[in-house]
């Protein structure tokens, strides 16, 4: 998990740059600027209370607890128990109410409106993030990450091309969560196009440096239950789900990034609303399937 959460933002980079003939960054660029912020010390605005200080710790601590629940194709995980899908769920909801939290305290009506933006897009996005766990949970019977990918299993085409969409449904959840392309340019400097980068403006040094490796860990997250849902039929081996996780997901967003813009705000919502209900269509093929009904 760990290899993951460091390398994908690696292949972003090296593959956007590899599409526009540059040179690019190096392949762990981000990890040395993310050490630097360690090193400094923060700023803080004076209307801003204690919740301002402790989200960062809230939001890279929920994101490392989640982690810990998630294998790694035949890895077990650190962490699980019955039912840990919805606790995971609800520990990366708690990372986004954190800090949403923490932009509104500051009272500047520039993080607010970003994280209003941030609050309904979490709010749209929950029920696909929903509706894909209970997908998993539907084909192997469990409600724990770790029962749910303990083994291979011999499915029809038809269950494992629902499988492949569920892993698409998590690919693109971790793009809206990440703010990335077609969502969000996490580049962008202008007030009136900036949602996930705007609730984090006030922060520096060690803060941001938390904000920053949480949300390498939450792109690992899904990143590697994608991965996961596609090496449970194909092959169910860890050697083969991390290099899956890294290279596709990495490659898939740089490509985008750099071949398309981000989408009008007024059409993010439809955008998100088609993840749901195709999320909601894979849930409902996958149970007539399981039912041995044909479709």
Sequence with gaps: MVVVALSITGVINRTRALLAGRKGIR?????????????????????????????????????????????????????????????VAYLLALSRVAIILAAMDTGSSFEGMGAAREALYGALVEPALMMAMATL????????????????????????????????????????????????????????????????????????????????????IFATIAANAVAVTISFHWWFAAPLAILVTGVAIGVVESLRARNKLSRNITYILTIVAMAALVLLTGFLLIQNIEI
């Design 27 to 87: 392949f762990f660029q981000h990890i040395y600027n993310v050490r630097l912020l360690l090193r400094k010390g923060s700023v803080y605005s004076t209307t801003t209370t204690a919740l301002f200080r402790i989200a960062p710790v809230v939001y890279l601590g929920s994101a490392l607890l989640a982690s810990l629940f998630i294998p790694v194709a035949n890895l077990e995980p650190l962490l699980s128990f019955h039912g840990d899908i919805i606790l």
């Design 137 to 220: 949970a539907l084909f192997c019977g469990y409600s724990s990450f770790a029962e749910i990918f303990s083994t291979a299993q011999e499915m029809s085409v038809n269950l494992t091309i629902v499988l492949i969409l569920v892993a698409y449904v998590f690919f693109i959840i971790m793009i809206i969560e990440a703010g990335r392309v077609p969502v969000d340019d996490p580049k962008t400097h202008l007030e009136l196009t900036m949602i996930h980068e705007v609730i984090c403006l006030d922060y520096s040094g060690v803060d941001m440096g938390m904000i920053h490796i949480a949300g390498w860990l939450k792109n690992a």
